[in-house]
């Protein structure tokens, strides 16, 4: 898993940068990234690798602007692999979780979360997959 090519096939997010020397995939790497959907803003924060069995399971803490963790599942079923990602995280931008509150703002908020959701699966789908990639609806659950 290269995570520094995922702006090369993931619209959304804007930058990968090592903190350190160390490039390689392992516990306790670390890395900050850029994320932007539609709306103008972006948010800033740093994965910590904590948990590592390859090639099923990746688990990643969260700082800066998103605070948790995270958990990429990997198993191969019906001849290919399905991939699940568990994301439990909060936002630590105030004005962020002000506009959380408001009906429209939030909608808007999902919308913008599902869209760059959404440009991750169809950006790894077709790098995995090639031009033939098929685009089964997307499964979420919230």
């Known amino acids: 898993m290269d995570i520094q090519a995922w702006p090369t096939w993931w ?8 903190v350190g020397p160390e490039t390689s995939i392992r ?3 670390q890395g900050r990234h850029v994320v932007r959907g539609f709306l103008p803003y972006g948010l800033r ?9 390859q090639p099923v399971r990746l688990e990643v803490q969260s700082s ?11 198993e191969e079923r019906d001849g290919g692999t399905y991939v699940t990602f568990y994301w439990d995280v909060a936002t630590k931008e105030p004005l962020l979780d002000v506009f959380a509150n408001f009906g429209f703002t ?8 599902d869209h760059l959701m959404e ?17 089964p609806q997307p499964v979420y659950h919230w």
């Open 11 to 18: 619209k959304g997010w804007r930058k990968v940068a090592p």
């Open 27 to 29: 516990i306790g790497a």
């Open 45 to 53: 924060f740093n994965l910590k690798i904590t948990s590592l069995e």
């Open 64 to 74: 800066g602007d998103m605070v948790g963790t995270g958990r990429f599942e990997l």
């Open 106 to 113: 939030r909608m808007l908020m999902e919308l913008n979360h």
């Open 119 to 135: 440009t991750g699966f169809r950006g790894l789908k077709l790098r995995l997959e090639g031009p033939t990639a098929r685009f």
